[in-house]
Each structure stands twice: as C-alpha cells, then as structure tokens.
C-alpha cells in the first residue's frame, strides 16, 4: 500500500519562501519519477514539477520556472519542492505524487511540462500554501 504524506505548506507574504516536502513508501521510491502538482479552490488540479528517478532532469510549469525547484533524496524516499518569490496565485493545496499510472520504463521519466495528472497515482492529503499580499 502506498502512503504519501506532504508537509510544510504554511502561510507567507508575497515575495517570501516555502519549501514543500513530501515522503513516499510502499513502493520503490528510487525507481519513480515523481510530481508536484497544485488545487486552488473551484479549480482544477494542475502539475506543477517532475523530476526523474535519478534526480538528473527535471521540469516545471512555466508559471513556476526560475521560482520553484524540485529535488529528491532517494536515502530518504523523500522529494521536496523550494518554492521562492511566492505569489498570491501560488495559493493552493498543493500535492506530490509518484508517476505510477505510465507503464514501464516510462514511469522513470518526465515526459511532459507540466506534468500531466493522469500519468500519477497514489495521491496524498496535500498541504496548504497561502500567500497573501
């Protein structure tokens, strides 16, 4: 059974910094891409990151490029987002996910920007980023 568990959303004034965490067990966590993606209030779940199994490539939503960055530690089964020059349309449940819905050996890559929903399972609770203005 895979648990997914994000921490370390908050609340933040434009122009401050987050950085995200995520863990991942129940499956072989160094053998997945994985994601972060974003739901604000009436609206759709949007990919926001991915980076490979290696940590060697990665990608980004073009709202979020030159501001966020995704890294993992595979010793950790954790992947993590910084997030910096938050602004107020940064304000989401934001969620991580294991790209688990491709088949093999895709689930090892990026393939897309931004990454696409549908190409990741096993969501978890998510945690709350508010940036106020």
């Known amino acids: 059974q895979v648990q997914v568990v994000e921490s370390g959303g908050g609340l933040v004034q434009a122009g401050g910094s987050l950085r995200l965490s995520c863990t991942v067990s129940?499956?072989?966590?160094?053998?997945?891409?994985l994601g972060w993606f974003r739901q604000a209030p009436a609206k759709e779940r949007e990919g926001v990151s991915c980076?490979?199994?290696?940590?060697?490539?990665?990608l980004y939503a073009n709202s979020v490029k030159g501001r966020f960055t995704i890294s993992r530690d595979n010793s950790k089964n954790t992947v993590y987002l910084q997030m910096n020059n938050l602004k107020p349309e940064d304000t989401a449940m934001y969620y991580c996910?294991?790209?688990?819905?491709?088949?093999?050996?895709?689930?090892?890559?990026?393939?897309?920007?931004?990454?696409?929903?549908?190409?990741?399972?096993?969501w978890g609770q998510g945690t709350q980023v508010t940036v106020s203005s």
């Open positions: 996910a294991a790209r688990t819905s491709v088949s093999w050996p895709d689930h090892r890559y990026c393939s897309r920007s931004p990454p696409s929903v549908a190409d990741f399972g096993d």
């Open positions: 129940g499956l072989t966590f160094d053998d997945y891409a």
């Open positions: 980076i490979t199994w290696t940590g060697g490539s990665s």
